[in-house]
Every structure is written in C-alpha cells, then in structure tokens.
C-alpha cells in the first residue's frame, strides 16, 4: 500500500477512535455527576437521570454521523478518489459542550467540597408535645453504647436500659432497635422533685434511641424547657435538666 494512502487510513481510524472516546468521556461526565450528588446527600440536578441521558445523547449521535462517514471515506479512499473537505460543526460543538461539562463539574466539585468542610448542623426536630428528636450519626447499638460511655465518664448514674426490641423480639414480634436509657443523678433530681414533687413523673431523665425503617438512628428526650415550664421549675434550678440536652448531642455527633 503506498505511504500516503496508508496515512489516509491511519488518520481515518484515528479520527474514529478519537469519536469514540468523546461518547466515553460525555458518559464519564454524566456517572461522575451523578456519584457527586449522591454523596453530596442525594440526588441533584447535575446527577439526575436526564442530565446524564443529555450528555450521552449528542457524544451517540455524533458516533453514529462519524461511522457513517468513517464507512464512506473508507470505500473512497478503496476506489483511490479523495475525501471532499466537509464541515466540522459537529466536532467543534461537541468539543464545546465538553469544555462547559467540564466547567460546570469542577465548579460542582468545588461547592460539594466546600459544604464537606463546613462544620456540620445537627437537624434538631420538636414535635409540639415537649419531644426533641436529633439524628446520630452511628448506628443504634454504637449511639446506646456511646452514650453509656459519656454517662460514666460524667459522674452520671445509669438506672436501666429497657430493651424494647428485644423484649418484642422474645414475644415473637418484630421491631427495629428500639432502647430506652434512663439516667440521671440524686443530686441534681432531688432538688427538681422538691421544688414540684410532680416532676418525679418525668424523673429520671430518659433518652430514647430508635431506628426507622430507612435505617436511620434517632435520639428523642424531653425538651429541658418544656419540662421547666411543666412544673413551673424555678430558673435557678434548669441546668440540672437541660443536661440531656448535651448528652444527646454528645451521643450522636
């Protein structure tokens, strides 16, 4: 074969290849997008299924108008005619839109990063009955254990852990982790219970770890405040029952 017609097809084939990469890197876009938002907590709209299929699209369309002329230049250059010089529109928009893909992915990269830096907020939810419910960040058994742990190095005394779960476990029923911690200290309770002996009835303290059916531990108490105002407890004497607020927060970080 003579060296310029080998060339020729050797530049062909590299045209062609080069095609085929472009549908891999737009495909690339899309997976990598999608893995972003998903760690970013969830899917966004840079990840959504249709912002993926946008970017496979035109790289498939563009494959199929490149096999096509792939296939019509080979039997051309097969018949010893030369390629009449075409357009390239098709490349340099595509080679735009990976230019902008790329943009908007470091810039999305760049903000997912920066909000993992941020310290984060723990999603503290009141029901309107006097319950506080905060998310942990470990597991139900790894929370409860946590927070025994911080009960012990606090001075604090652990009354009982009643094991829901378990009880409804050896009832025959079923029920996802399901422990209730009571705690507290004679100290810091007695006064409480002489200043409204009524606050008895919310006396130990009590923190409830729970687990819902997506998986998620849950920590729930007595808002502190709302047991304050219950029994018409004097301020002097609120530090004694807003502890659990710091517990639970310490538990579940």
């Known amino acids: 074969m003579p060296p310029n017609r080998l060339s ?3 530049a062909t084939e590299g045209t062609f290849l080069a095609w085929i990469r472009i549908v891999l890197t737009l495909a690339g876009f899309g997976f990598a997008s999608a893995r972003l938002d998903e760690r970013a907590s969830g899917p966004g709209p840079i990840g959504s299924p ?3 299929a946008t970017l496979i699209l035109p790289g498939s369309l563009g494959l199929r108008w490149n096999a096509r002329s792939h296939t019509r230049l080979i039997r051309r250059l097969k018949r ?11 490349v340099v928009a ?29 999603i503290k939810m ?20 946590r927070l025994e742990e911080i009960l012990a190095v606090k001075g604090g005394k652990l009354f009982a852990v009643i094991d829901h779960s378990g009880e409804a476990e050896k009832a025959g029923l079923q029920m996802l982790p399901c422990k209730l911690l009571i705690f507290g200290n004679p100290k810091a309770g007695t006064p409480l219970m002489l200043a409204s002996p009524l606050a008895a009835l919310d006396l130990p303290l009590k923190i409830l770890i729970w687990e819902k059916a997506d998986g998620t531990v849950w920590l729930s108490y007595n808002d502190s405040a709302y047991l304050q105002h219950r029994y018409a407890l004097p301020d002097n004497l609120s530090k004694n029952i807003s502890v659990v607020d710091s517990l639970a927060a310490k538990a579940a970080e």
């Open 80 to 90: 010893g005619e030369s390629e009449p010089s075409h357009g390239s529109f098709f």
């Open 126 to 145: 009141s029901s309107g009955n006097g319950i506080i419910t905060i998310p942990s960040h470990h597991s139900a058994e790894q929370t409860v254990q």
């Open 8 to 10: 020729d097809y050797l």
């Open 50 to 52: 249709g912002f993926c």
């Open 94 to 122: 595509i080679a735009v839109l990976l230019s902008v893909l790329g943009v908007a992915l470091a810039i999305h990269l760049l903000s997912v990063n920066a909000a993992a830096m941020q310290p984060t907020q723990e």
